[in-house]
């Protein structure tokens, strides 16, 4: 399974950007997919997951300005970015649970990055 975002940029603080994460390869279902972030020398955060079933969460410091939203036909996962602030500057991360044929034990793919810098 492949795993590609885009959507990163730059934008100045107020603005918005939206990130997409497209997964490709032998799929038989997705389960969660998730957005992370990171920040060089601190630890990889969880932003927001989404359930197949489309059930949401949310880190607290993001409530409010980001949504995460799925499109299944397309296998793809977006994050919507609202009310963008300096201290949302970060490598961008999609992750996701996999499965590849029926009755198998889901596997976790990690994507690329896409940065994300915003501007005071």
């Known amino acids: 399974v492949q795993l590609q975002a885009s959507g990163g940029g730059l934008v100045q603080a107020g603005g918005s950007l939206r990130l997409s994460c497209a997964a490709s390869?032998?799929?038989?279902?997705?389960?969660?997919m998730y957005w992370y972030r990171q920040v060089p020398g601190k630890q990889r955060e969880l932003v927001a997951d989404i359930t197949s079933g489309g059930k949401t969460n949310y880190a607290d410091s993001v409530k409010g300005r980001f949504t995460i939203s799925r499109d299944n036909g397309k296998n793809t996962v977006y994050l919507q970015m609202n009310s963008l602030k300096p201290e949302d500057t970060a490598v961008y991360y999609c992750?996701?649970?996999?499965?590849?044929?029926?009755?198998?034990?889901?596997?976790?793919?990690w994507g690329q990055g896409t940065q994300v810098t915003v501007s005071s």
């Open positions: 992750n996701v649970d996999v499965s590849w044929r029926p009755n198998s034990r889901p596997n976790n793919y």
């Open positions: 390869g032998i799929i038989f279902h997705i389960y969660n």
